[in-house]
């Protein structure tokens, strides 16, 4: 009797009140607490990012001086990376699916899920204490870069350690997730029998497992050189700064994978769903991850190549860079090879999807042109890296980000949301987005610098486009998510399987039940992809 | 319940996640060993003079004392997969107390430099070239988080020492006082190369 109540209750509805959420065991309770923390630092992320277009509407100060606007920006900085892209595909679609993509009830360490989330929010604590205490936030960028970091009086301090704990909330999800793929696949369900998905939860955790604690320990040495006056950084005390950029980018680089990666997996995961067809080229996909992440441990350098080091240096980086792009375009090619003769559904997370692959491509060869060393020389520290670096982040992994909510929204709250309103705020994001960005990357080839308050007036037409186009995109972001909101409390029951997917999440009941699987789930035949459409 | 469910017990994945986490800490010290390499790099002459600074037999007697500690760990180990609670427990006891040996050890050997002005902020420290500066911060840093690591390895053994009296952790679910085990190695593991680096390069 009690078994058939267990399964009868969704996960929201076996235990109620504050604690049962704080103090939960359960991956997709977690995952939704991350869901919530997350969502609010984008928005807070967002927020900055609108006050930053604002000041750069005109030359000249607008709305804030040189110094709130290396506040502003640096903020912005530490919040998106930090505590919205790093963590966010990984700890709230990564918590919520990998389990159940798995055929298992949770992740392999419960307990340490819970202090990832726990030291999340520590993390974050910090970096808002550095808003109302001393001298403001940090005016560094998010860089941290030594010596000016060193000798700053802002809050330096508290946002690096924000940064170190925030790190170690991450290396814990990433070390439960593979000993989660390693212990947990349903009997019978091999390494390549997994869902894409998995493949790249397990090779970001790799990166998030062996890149963060360089980062952390180069962090801690800017603290310990705040307070003790040791040249480890400081050229004129001794130290050198190139070597605090290199320990530094030796994270960080591989730390844009741990950003990107998840966010492949997510389209791997949409696209045959959507094309109703088996995914073209699973195993190359499946490598490519594992060798993105690989080759990325080697390209640091191209972040330095006007910072001094020698010529054999860079030529070696950026060839390793140009590599980069050869796992990245056989995904692209797949995706796309997928979709050829397939039966598409062009629903909302379709169309997300392929935003995706067009705005990646755009972030992906303009990536190229910064690798090229000659190129790089003259539009580095310019708007074009910039505009690259959001092509490839908001406009690759964000949309990746709003396009599995839109995805798994009908599977982790059961209700349906109005499709019509999804695809109008997509299109509006779409245009937004892509008029905040494209001017950047011209003002950076005419020779716009980043990080600057003011600018020249001749580059005043471009910078009002790029204004106008942030309004736009928050125009369709709050149409995006009050449309999710709607649907959360209004919207149609769901049901098991609304996209009439076979991948294993779309086997149980929606909301799941506590322990996953209201019954034995059934892996497919010939594979997670293997759809009678051939 | 599911036969791969997440809240069975499962001795390999806690192992396998604490072989991941001892890579972490592997590249934590990691980063450090390379600003050391750069440091010496540029400033090999100040770092020899320096390194005659420390003394080597107080060195030499920590790097015996938690070599032996290692062993006293492992011996703890097989004792428990033998069933032998009580000898695991006195092992795990004489590890915690070559774990404070060391600290002490390690406490008068501070003391000694401290003693000396040789800590940043004093007088005589402030007069030194900024290599041997270096040197001597690198040393209180680096061997100062190892014996933060020390301690953190301490309390996990005296975790274990009750679990185990609580009858928690037996001959049957050995994990816990495994992975302490482990964790003790690399403590120790590192030891072995701050030793040289500090005390015995010249």
């Known amino acids: 009797m009690s078994e058939t109540i267990a399964t009868d209750l969704n996960f929201f509805q076996v235990k109620k009140g504050i604690r049962s959420w704080l103090f939960t065991l359960d991956h997709k309770r977690i995952a939704l607490m991350y869901f919530y923390a997350i969502l ?40 998106m990376i930090f505590l919205f892209i790093i963590p966010s595909i990984p700890a709230i679609f990564g918590n919520f699916f990998l389990p159940i ?34 001298d403001g936030p940090a005016d560094t960028g998010w860089t941290f870069y030594a010596p000016y970091s060193v000798q700053t009086g802002t809050n330096v301090t508290l946002s690096v350690l924000a940064a170190f704990i925030l790190g170690f909330s991450s290396i814990l999800t990433g070390l439960n997730f593979i000993v989660t793929i390693h212990r947990l696949r349903a009997p019978g369900m091999g390494w390549f029998q997994m869902p894409l998905f998995a493949w ?74 959507f094309a109703k067809r088996t995914i073209f080229g699973y195993k190359a996909i499946a490598y490519s991850s594992m060798a993105i992440a690989f080759v990325g441990y080697f390209v640091w350098g191209h972040h330095m190549f006007t910072s001094g080091m020698s010529g054999p240096a860079r030529i070696i980086f950026s060839v390793l860079t140009f590599l980069v792009a050869i796992p990245t375009a056989i995904k692209v090619f797949n995706w796309v090879a997928t979709l050829y003769k397939g039966s598409i559904d062009l629903q909302p997370p379709l169309l997300y999807a392929l935003a995706f692959i067009f705005q990646f491509m755009v972030g992906g060869l303009t990536g190229l042109v910064l690798a090229a060393l000659a190129a790089d020389i003259h539009v580095h520290d310019t708007y074009f890296v910039v505009g690259h670096f959001h092509y490839v982040m908001f406009g690759g992994t964000g949309f990746a980000l709003f396009g599995g909510l839109h995805y798994w929204f009908p599977k982790i709250w059961g209700k349906m949301y109005n499709i019509r309103m999804a695809n109008i705020a997509f299109t509006i994001l779409i245009i937004g987005f892509n008029m905040l960005y494209f001017p950047m990357l011209i003002l950076g080839l005419l020779g716009m610098p980043r990080r600057y308050y003011d600018y020249l007036p001749q580059f005043t037409d471009l910078n009002v486009v790029s204004t106008v186009g942030s309004w736009i995109l928050i125009i369709g972001l709050i149409m995006m998510l009050t449309n999710l909101i709607v649907a959360y409390f209004n919207g149609k029951p769901a049901g098991r399987n609304p996209w009439n997917s076979i991948s ?31 | 319940m599911l036969p791969n469910s997440g809240h069975n017990f499962d001795p390999e994945a806690s192992k396998l996640g604490m072989w991941l986490f001892l890579f972490t800490e592997i590249l934590l010290f990691g980063g450090l060993f390379l600003v050391y390499f750069v440091y010496r790099k540029l400033n090999t002459e100040a770092f020899l003079q320096a390194s005659y600074e420390l003394n080597i037999t107080l060195g030499t007697v920590n790097t015996v004392v938690l070599i032996t500690s290692s062993l006293t ?57 900024n290599g041997e500066k270096l040197f001597f911060f690198l040393y209180y840093f680096m061997t100062g988080l190892h014996a933060v690591h020390i301690i953190v390895g301490a309390i996990f053994i005296g975790v274990v020492i009750k679990k185990i009296q609580d009858g928690k952790v037996h001959q049957g679910r050995i994990s816990l006082l495994e992975n302490s085990g482990l964790y003790w190695h690399l403590v120790d593991l590192i030891w072995i190369y701050l030793f040289p680096l500090f005390y015995l390069i010249n």
């Open chain 1, 200 to 273: 790249s939860l397990y090779a970001t955790s790799w990166i998030q497992l062996l890149a963060t604690p360089i980062v952390g320990i180069t962090l801690l040495m800017i603290v310990a050189e705040r307070f003790f006056g040791i040249g480890l950084f400081d050229p004129s005390i001794g130290g050198d700064p190139i070597l605090y950029q290199h320990l530094f980018w030796i994270y960080s680089h591989p730390a844009v994978y741990i950003m990107a990666l998840p966010a492949m997996g997510i389209i791997s995961d949409i696209i045959p769903t």
């Open chain 1, 101 to 134: 993509m798995l055929g298992t009830d949770d992740v392999a360490l419960p307990k340490l899920n819970l202090l990832s989330w726990w030291l999340y929010i520590v993390g974050a604590v910090f970096a808002l204490l550095t808003l109302v205490i001393g």
């Open chain 1, 504 to 534: 294993l999440e779309w086997q149980t009941k929606s909301p799941p039940p506590l322990e996953n699987f209201d019954k034995q789930p059934k892996l497919n035949e010939g594979g997670p992809y293997h759809y009678q459409n051939k």
């Open chain 2, 73 to 129: 760990v492992a011996m703890s180990i097989t004792a428990l997969q033998l069933g032998k609670e009580k000898l695991s427990i006195n092992l795990l006891w004489i590890t915690l107390l070559f774990a404070i040996t060391f600290l002490i050890n390690k406490y008068f050997e501070w003391s000694f430099k401290i003693e000396h002005g040789i800590f940043p902020g004093m007088e005589h420290y402030n007069g030194l070239p």
């Open chain 1, 40 to 79: 609010a630092f984008f928005l807070i992320g967002a927020t900055l990012g609108v006050l930053m277009r604002l000041e750069l509407i005109a030359p000249g100060e607008t709305i804030m001086k040189a110094k709130t606007y290396n506040q502003v920006f640096t903020l912005h900085g530490v919040i």
